[in-house]
C-alpha cells in the first residue's frame, strides 16, 4: 500500500533503521521506521485512507505519526536535518535530504535505507557502509562519533545496548569516543538510561554490556555501586575473588533459566553490599558478614536512584537478595536437575508465584534461620 501510494503520488519514500537492519540480521521486527521526502503526517493519512482507516496517532511537535496495521506498528517521519544545542538532546530540526536523515541516525547499521517508490524498490541506500559494519559486526557512528555522542549522550547507551544485543564490536575510534564523552551522560534522564540498561540485562549475554560499561567509565557514574564490586584484594597472601565477574556470571548462568528482568536484577544485586561489608579477619581470611541484609537496605536506595520502580517488583528483589539469590546460586552450583530449576521455569513471570515457590523451597529444607526473616 505504502509503495503504491508514494509512487502515485510521486514521492521519495524508503524505510529505514531498525527494521532494515533486522532484514539482513534475519531478525524479526515489528517496528517500521518510514521517512519520506515531505510530510510523514500526510503520507500516514493516505496510507490509512487506503488500508480501512486504522487509528493514526499524530505527534505534531516532531512531525511523526504513527499507525498499526495488523501486527505492525508504522511510523512515519519527513526526512530531516538536525542540529543541537550543547545542554540538551532535543535538536533542532529542518526539512532535509535522505541523506541528511541518514546522518543523524546513531549507527552506519541503523542507518540503511530501502527504497519503496517502484521505480527503484527495494534499492538499498547505504552511504555509511551499514553493511559491511553489520557483516563484520561492527558498531561505529556514520559521522565523527564525538560530535555524534556529545550532540545526543543516549546513543552511548545504545552502542553498548546494540553491541550487547547482536554481540558486535564497538569500533575503536566509536568507543574513545564514548570515554571521551561519558561525562556528558547527565543531561540524559534516568528513565531513558535505565530503559538501554534493562535491554542489555535481558540481552543472551548482559556480561558483554556490563565490562563495556565499566571499560569506559559510564558504569561509575550510571550504577556506582556495581562497580564498587570490582577489584580483589590481596592481604596476607588471601585474595578474595572478584565480585564484579562473579556477579555477571552468575546473571549469565540464569539467562537460560528465567527472562524475568526482576530476577535478573536480584542476580545483579546479590552481592552488592559486598564492599560495605568486607573485613579481613586474622586466621580467618576475608569476610562479608550479614552482606545479605545490608545488600536488601541498598536495594530501594539503589532503585530510587536509578529509577526503577518502587513497588512490589522492588519488595522481590529485596527479598532475593536477602536470600542471597539462593535459587540462582542453588541452580549454578549443584542442582541441575531440581526443584530450584523447575521453580524458575515454572513462575516464569510471575512473581508471586515464583515468590511462593521459593518460600516452599526454603520451607521443605526446613531452613528456620532463612524463613524468620522471610515472615
Ligand atoms: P530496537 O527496536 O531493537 O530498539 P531500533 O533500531 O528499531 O532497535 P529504535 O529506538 O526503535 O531502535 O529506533 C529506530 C531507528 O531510529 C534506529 O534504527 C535509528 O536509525 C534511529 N534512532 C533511534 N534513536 C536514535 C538516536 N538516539 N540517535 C540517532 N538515531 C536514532
Known sequence: II??????ENLESYVIGGFVRDIFLNRGSKDIDVVVIGSGIDLAQKVAAK???PKVSIFKNFGTAMLKFKDLEIEFVGARKESYNRDSRKPIVENGSLEDDQKRRDFTINALALSLHKDNFGELLDPFGGIDDLNSKIIKTPMDPMITFSDDPLRMMRAIRFATQLNFKISDVTFNAI???????HIISKERIIEELNKIVMSAKPSIGFKLLEECGLLK????????????ETRNGISHKDNFYHTLEVLDQLVPYSDNLWLRW?????DIAKPNTKKFVKGIGWTFHAH?????KMVPRIFKNMKLPLNEKMKFVQKMVLLHMRPIVLAQEEVTDSAVRRLLFDAGDDIDELMKLCEADITSKNEEKVKRFLD
Open 51 to 53: 488500508a480501512g482507516n
Open 179 to 185: 570515554k571521551e564523552n561519558k561525562e556528558r551522560i
Open 266 to 270: 536480584s542476580a545483579l544485586l546479590h
Open 3 to 8: 509503495s503504491e501510494i508514494v509512487t502515485k
Open 221 to 232: 557514574i550510571i550504577f556506582p555501586e556495581f562497580q564498587r564490586l570490582k577489584g580483589r
Open 292 to 296: 545479605n541484609f545490608v545488600g536488601e
